[in-house]
């Protein structure tokens, strides 16, 4: 059986961009709250969050679509400083009541609750006492999902500690092109880099110390996966290096950079060298937290890089001449999901959950008031059935989370790119389920097997 029964299919948002109500009932600024209300914001339109899908007022509502959806489970995030305002210090008592009354609302409904710890909207205030770069942020970062574990985990099972390192870290303080929006050197990614996997293994312990149940735990990383270029078993190990190469000039994007630490308990393979005189290692016991065991891999997977030297028709960008992509400009690669659940679960040895997968595309409301999106399907069926495939060949899979549930706030890009299968009108918050939803809701009720017709 490629997928079990028990196999979980849902969708995902993040608190930033979905929830609206930046500063209503007691929450804090967010660094992304700040540099989107910076005159100088170099977030598309000068867009912000600030109302984003009022998931905070309409929550109820949303939940009643993921039930005619018919999704066995939402990813969602919590926001930092809803709890704690300050990122430290008190606890703001609405925080959790919107968290809680969230969770309920679920489990009300049959949906598994599955809770994201951060997704990226760092405190401001914890910004200011130098962010990620301020080794105390372990404490402060234990502290808050203490107060999470302690106020959810009684109807929550499912966690993740972090969501992509590579991109709040790599995108937002080294190439610096979301929040902070500040390139900081090789050192100090370096340092950050610590502080982010001591951060993450000290909430694994947290979880597994204070929950209520039995957590099934794991992070949601990104990466560059490749995908070989035919079936040659050279062809394969090259692929295989590449999805796990420390590249010198992207190493804070990589893969190995961030999950060799917390599976294999090393850094990986020229990080020493690399880093020269900024390289410190671990205590042993730093090792420990590091390596707390996960349940399973998350993977958020969109596309497949491309091997630029093998490329004689591109230039630039790598694109291979008049290549299918998605409205974001990125390319159409299905086979990533196969070899990207082969390649993570050789080499992590835990099962696979793809934590987020999807597109975005030119979405709008039909004549007839229905969202037609024929792109989507066929790219989500293109890629569901390679993970299936994965399954087929023994892969241990346990999820398919589609990244989005509904059209949401894109970071530095705005509203423009819709990666929903619900659109929303952001004049009237008006909720239109797409044609792809529904053919998603038929891919749940027959576990993946109307994927074949
Ligand atoms: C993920 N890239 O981010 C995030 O987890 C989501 O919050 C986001 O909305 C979603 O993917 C769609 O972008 C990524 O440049 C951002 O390769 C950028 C990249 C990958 C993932």
Redesign the pocket.
């Known amino acids: 059986m490629p997928l079990p029964k028990d196999f979980i299919w849902g969708v995902a948002g ?1 608190s930033y ?1 979905v929830e609206g109500a930046w500063n209503e009932d007691g929450k804090g600024p967010s660094i992304w709250d700040t540099y989107t209300h910076w005159r100088n914001s170099p977030v598309h339109n000068h867009e912000t969050g600030d109302v984003a899908c009022d998931h905070y007022h309409r929550y109820k509502e949303d939940v009643a679509l993921l039930k005619e959806m018919g999704v066995k489970a939402y990813r969602f995030s919590i926001s930092w400083t809803r709890i704690l305002p300050d990122g430290i210090g008190s606890v703001n008592p609405k925080g959790i009541e919107f968290y809680s009354s969230l969770v309920d609302e679920l489990i009300k409904n049959g949906i598994e609750p599955m809770v994201t710890i951060y ?1 990226w909207d760092l405190p401001q205030s914890i910004f200011d006492r130098g962010g990620w770069l301020n080794p105390e942020i372990i404490g402060w970062f234990e502290n808050y999902t203490k107060i999470v574990v302690e106020a959810l985990s009684d109807r929550v099972k499912y966690w993740f500690t972090i ?2 390192p590579q ?1 709040f870290i790599g ?1 937002g303080c080294y190439l610096g092109v979301m929040a902070p929006f500040k390139k900081y050197t090789d050192g100090e990614i370096f340092r950050m880099s610590k502080n982010v996997l001591l951060a993450h293994g000290t909430a694994v312990r947290t979880i597994r110390k204070y929950s209520k149940q039995e957590a099934k735990i794991s992070y949601a990383p ?1 990466g560059p996966s490749f995908i070989p270029d035919n079936d040659s078993p050279e062809a394969i190990e090259e692929a295989r290096a590449k999805t796990f190469a420390f590249d010198k000039d992207g190493y804070v994007l990589s893969n190995s950079w961030w999950s060799d630490p917390i599976f294999l308990r090393k850094f990986p393979d020229g990080a020493k060298e690399f880093f020269g005189p900024d390289f410190s290692d671990f205590t042993e016991e730093e090792w420990d937290i590091v390596q707390s065991p996960l349940d399973f891999y998350g993977m ?1 997977i ?1 596309a497949a890089m491309r091997d630029l030297s093998k490329l004689s028709a591109a230039e630039g960008n790598g694109e291979l001449t008049g290549e299918p992509l998605t409205a974001l400009k990125w390319t159409i690669t299905p086979e990533v999901l196969y070899w990207s659940a082969k390649f993570m679960h050789e080499r992590y040895k835990v099962p696979v959950m793809i934590t ?1 997968n999807g597109c975005a595309c030119t979405d709008s409301v039909h004549l007839d008031g229905k969202v037609h999106d024929p792109q989507r399907i066929d790219f989500l069926k293109r890629y569901i059935r390679e993970f299936y495939k994965a399954g087929e060949d023994g892969i241990p899979l346990i999820g398919y989370i589609h ?2 549930f509904m059209d949401n706030f ?2 530095a890009e705005g509203y423009d790119p819709r ?1 929903g299968l619900v659109y929303i009108n952001y004049q009237t918050q008006k909720r239109t389920l797409k044609d792809s939803a529904y053919w998603y809701k038929e891919v749940i009720e027959t576990n993946g097997e109307s994927l074949w017709k």
């Open positions: 993040a961009q997704h969501n992509e991109i995108l990104t958020n969109y987020e990244w989005s894109e970071w990666f």
